[in-house]
């Protein structure tokens, strides 16, 4: 089975149907949370989610945040105000679709593959929703709080993959280049990056897909039309720093 694996699309309706585009055909659609906050097409992207294929989605904290489940002054002033826009934009319907999101999945066995389950988490296994796995100690101690042998997350933005190395108790990070196929080994925690607003200076869409029968890993980039999308944030007087940044990708 191939799985199409994305997160944080922040609302960016052209970066998510570019990698649609791009993806080609796949079996199921596995999304690492915050649909919303920061971009300019929320519901957009809720509806073109909400109806792909065998669709497994976490909650995000934008998500959360868009659903006031979390206070906005608990982000920078830029952010709070994405946010609030982004409440009053929300359609009933998509607020209704990120409310069922649960905060971690385990995906169902497939193929009785025994890399299956995969647990899907927004920010880490310990930390769902919040934390940032942004260095190897942080990401090796979190390897306590799942059994799988792979955790996909999201939240920082950074296409990046930390592999387990349990006899020698340590954890290794791996930055792929884009456009390569990596066999998988357990353990291992595998960020796709980040559809809709990319922070590792390379501003082309990211997102992977997995291959359950190979246990691969393809991690891919696609460019997309950023200032079709900078016009809509202008449009709707989003941040003039989250405008620019789409270009940079930072
Ligand atoms: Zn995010």
Known sequence: ????????????????????????????????????????????CIE??????????VLG?????????????????EARQA???TQETLSPESIAFLSSLPQRINSPQIDSNPALPITLVHGSPRQPVW????????????F??????????????LPVIYVRLETQNLTHLLVPEPETILQ?????????GSVGQPRDRDPRASYALYDSEQNTWYYRRVAYDVEAVQARMQAASLPERHIRRLALGW
Request: aromatic residues 10%.
């Open 61 to 77: 904290n934008h998500d959360a945040a868009a659903l006031q489940h979390i206070d906005p002054d608990s982000f920078n002033p």
């Open 1 to 44: 089975m191939k799985i199409l694996v994305i997160s944080d699309i922040h609302a960016n309706l052209t970066a998510l149907e570019s990698v649609l585009e791009d993806a080609g055909s796949w079996d199921s659609l596995w999304c690492l949370g915050d649909l919303v906050g920061y971009g300019p097409d929320p519901n957009e």
């Open 144 to 157: 306590d709080y799942f059994e799988t042998p792979y955790c996909f997350v999201g939240h920082t933005h």
């Open 184 to 192: 998988l080994t357990p353990r291992a925690i595998l960020n796709p």
């Open 83 to 85: 946010i609030l826009w």
């Open 131 to 142: 934390e940032y796995l942004l260095d190897t100690h942080n990401a090796g101690n979190n």
């Open 48 to 57: 073109c989610v909400r109806q792909m294929p065998n669709l497994l989605c």
